[in-house]
């Protein structure tokens, strides 16, 4: 089994990095591999509750990262200082099983993955 | 070693298409082996066979063709992402009955369980575009 991580760091809208991610990881999740998830940088903002982006004509990005562990994605972190530069606690993310790393942390992380795909 | 390539910019509007490029000739000039080539999000582009540059600027579908034919390697097309920027085949313009296919010889539609099958079977798996 290999170790897969993720790493999605754009905004959840204004263009289909976030939302492609996001069909990838979860295609990806089929394949019985060790798949993990890392939001860092503007990628944080993808986990905010009461996104309602149907004004731009677009489904609700937050509303499918619930089904994550479902996919058997269980660890997915997010970048302790991401959140932090933009103001963004804790209660205010639609997942409250996700592990806040800081960037030493980030980088152990990383080390330790036989594939990163970057998004 | 090897390596497989996702690349996810569209070709002639972001330098990462060449990049990859180069940087699949370079592994191929060193001995390594490249598995497969997955393109994604607007790197589907680069396989449109309707791109037509001026004629003194390189045409990277063609270019990318050519690196395939002589090493025979896999052009992946991400299928869901091909459909939405319409890029098809002969099979998927039938089955949405549309006018015309431009999905460039060499290039393959394929579905996501191919990136991850590449990540499974590399030793590397770069990304370009992101």
Same mark, same amino acid.
């Given at each position: 089994?290999?170790?897969? /991580?993720?790493?999605?760091?754009? *905004?959840?809208? $204004?263009?289909?990095?976030?939302?492609?991610? =996001?069909? #990838? !990881?979860?295609?990806?999740?089929?394949?019985?591999?060790?798949?993990?998830?890392?939001?860092?940088?503007?990628?944080?903002?993808?986990? /905010?509750?009461?996104?309602?982006? *149907?004004?731009? $004509?677009?489904?609700?990005?937050?509303?499918? =990262?619930? #089904? !994550?562990?479902?996919?058997?994605?269980?660890?997915?972190?997010?970048?302790?200082?991401?959140?932090?530069?933009?103001?963004?606690?804790?209660?205010?993310?639609?997942?409250?099983?996700?592990?806040?790393?800081?960037?030493?942390?980030?980088?152990?992380?990383?080390?330790?993955?036989?594939?990163?795909?970057?998004? | 070693?090897?390596?497989?390539?996702?690349?996810?910019?569209?070709?002639?509007?972001?330098?990462?298409?060449?990049?990859?490029?180069?940087?699949?000739?370079?592994?191929?000039?060193?001995?390594?082996?490249?598995?497969?080539?997955?393109?994604?999000?607007?790197?589907?582009?680069?396989?449109?066979?309707?791109?037509?540059?001026?004629?003194?600027?390189?045409?990277?579908?063609?270019?990318?063709?050519?690196?395939?034919?002589?090493?025979?390697?896999?052009?992946?097309?991400?299928?869901?992402?091909?459909?939405?920027?319409?890029?098809?085949?002969?099979?998927?313009?039938?089955?949405?009955?549309?006018?015309?296919?431009?999905?460039?010889?060499?290039?393959?539609?394929?579905?996501?369980?191919?990136?991850?099958?590449?990540?499974?079977?590399?030793?590397?798996?770069?990304?370009?575009?992101?």
């Amino acid at each position: 089994m290999k170790k897969i /991580l993720f790493v999605s760091r754009h *905004a959840p809208y $204004g263009t289909s990095t976030a939302r492609e991610a =996001l069909e #990838a !990881l979860l295609a990806a999740s089929a394949y019985g591999q060790d798949t993990q998830v890392l939001f860092m940088d503007d990628g944080v903002f993808q986990l /905010l509750h009461h996104q309602e982006p *149907a004004a731009l $004509g677009q489904k609700s990005l937050g509303a499918s =990262l619930p #089904a !994550l562990p479902l996919y058997d994605v269980e660890n997915i972190y997010v970048h302790c200082e991401s959140l932090r530069e933009r103001g963004i606690t804790k209660t205010e993310l639609v997942l409250d099983s996700v592990q806040i790393i800081d960037s030493q942390a980030v980088s152990r992380l990383l080390a330790q993955q036989d594939q990163l795909l970057s998004f | 070693m090897k390596f497989s390539l996702i690349v996810q910019a569209a070709p002639h509007s972001t330098q990462a298409s060449t990049s990859a490029l180069s940087f699949a000739e370079a592994l191929l000039r060193q001995g390594h082996e490249l598995h497969r080539v997955f393109f994604y999000r607007e790197g589907v582009h680069n396989a449109s066979a309707l791109t037509a540059p001026p004629q003194d600027e390189p045409n990277l579908p063609q270019a990318w063709q050519a690196l395939a034919g002589k090493h025979q390697i896999e052009l992946i097309v991400c299928i869901a992402a091909a459909l939405r920027r319409g890029l098809l085949n002969e099979a998927e313009a039938q089955r949405y009955q549309k006018p015309s296919a431009n999905l460039a010889p060499g290039f393959i539609l394929g579905g996501l369980g191919q990136l991850l099958e590449a990540a499974v079977e590399s030793d590397r798996l770069i990304t370009f575009g992101n």
